[in-house]
């Protein structure tokens, strides 16, 4: 019987039904030597707390979110540096050991995430619904991130530790692809998939 984490892992892995003996001994291995290094720590601030809503919630993109922000939150957390580096090493000779730990890891990121959210909040990300990975910057910088849990960001927005995550927490939102900007040309739903399921 598989954990609720062990089948997150799965769902990133493109996986579906139960694993067979040797996928599931990959598990319990990841899990056990993630638990050994991930150091989960996130960050939030109300926006209302903020001296100024960050610039990048005027972006036409962020609209469906207008009504969810005089109760939301910047949001940032990380798994740490040693989680990222425990992949890369994985990956110079252990392939499958590195691509399970990776999708183990997405799916602890994940878990963290959830747990830390507040009265039913979700988190929406910078890379959702035509939205541009580059506002992780100001997330960060509103947060002070990079100082206070080590998270740097390339101009891209891309984060490193690569197993970090910043968007807006919001509650009471659901996810959907209605009113994206970019729903003409998107690669996920071509794939009938969808981005905020597929972080």
Request: overall charge neutral.
């Amino acid at each position: 019987m598989t954990t609720s984490l062990q089948n997150s892992a799965l769902a990133y892995l493109g996986c579906s039904g139960e694993p067979d003996a040797s996928t599931l001994s990959l598990l319990e291995k990841a899990e056990r030597e993630l638990a050994a290094v991930a150091s989960f720590r996130h960050l939030r601030c109300r926006l209302t707390d903020l001296p100024a809503l960050p610039d990048f919630l005027a972006k036409e993109c962020y609209g469906q979110l207008r009504t969810y922000l005089p109760e939301a939150s910047l949001y940032v957390a990380t798994l740490g540096l040693e989680t990222d580096r425990l992949i890369r090493r994985k990956s110079a000779n252990r392939l499958a050991e590195a691509v399970t730990l990776n999708a183990l890891a997405n799916a602890w990121l994940d878990m963290e995430v959830e747990r830390t959210a507040e009265n039913g909040e979700v988190l929406f990300c910078p890379g959702y619904s035509g939205t541009d990975f580059s506002d992780n910057i100001e997330i960060l910088n509103a947060l002070n991130a990079t100082k206070l849990l080590g998270i740097h960001t390339a101009p891209s927005g891309i984060m490193i530790p690569e197993k970090s995550v910043a968007g807006i927490m919001v509650r009471g939102f659901r996810f959907t692809c209605k009113g994206c900007l970019i729903q003409s040309k998107c690669e996920y739903l071509k794939q009938k998939k969808t981005c905020y399921t597929n972080r």
